[in-house]
């Protein structure tokens, strides 16, 4: 981020999920007020193994930083951007659902608890079966009511030879509208996603990696004192 400011240079993380129709719905939704006070966002996202084969650098934690910075930094972007909220711990779980001999996490279960009071609840799976299906729940709770969004809200299922598959949602792309963004940033609009806002999903990640690794919660301003 230093770097970035003293050079003048336009620094936008990639964190694609916010562009995509049901993230942005969310954030209108909770922005509007019509929930009233968020105490409770719950966002699954399971399917299977995507991963080329087992020497792929994400399933190296020394290369990848393990799962909760590979995958479900983008949850853990996507639930503080929901709430506009300031994460304060994250107390994660990790199980290896593929194989025991896998070096990271492919199930990861994220508990985050924000400064207003609200917690947040994200699941992330990459060992989930049959492969070919994803899953993706979200359900926000507040004190005006409860806004929910089921995992086949988008798209329907098709079912052949190779199994139950999910059909491409109607919406708009998300890596499209993320390539827009990032071009009006470089050609002198306001970054749509900031360094700072980078800086926080990653130190949520590592928190994450480190609650499983302690089996206590860790506090987020604990590790941002770290950084240089």
Partial sequence: ????????????????????????????????????????????????????????????????????????????????WWTGDTPESVYARGRRQTAAELGVHDYLEMTVSFGGGATAVCEMSRGHRPASLARRDVMVAGTGGILTLPWDGEAGTVTDEAGTALLPPGGADGFAAQIGAWADAVTGGPPAVTGADGLLAVAMGVAAERSIATGVPVRIADVLKEAP
Avoid: C, K, Q
């Fill in 1 to 80: 981020m230093e770097a970035f400011a003293a050079a003048g240079r336009v620094l936008m993380p990639a964190h694609s999920h916010r562009y995509y129709d049901y993230a942005r719905t969310v954030r209108d939704v909770l922005r509007s007020g019509e929930l009233g006070t968020v105490d409770l966002v719950r966002l699954s996202i399971l399917g299977g193994w995507i991963w080329p084969d087992w020497r792929g650098w994400m399933l190296d934690p020394v290369r990848s930083g393990g799962h909760a910075l590979h995958n479900g930094v983008h949850l853990l972007d996507l639930v503080t």
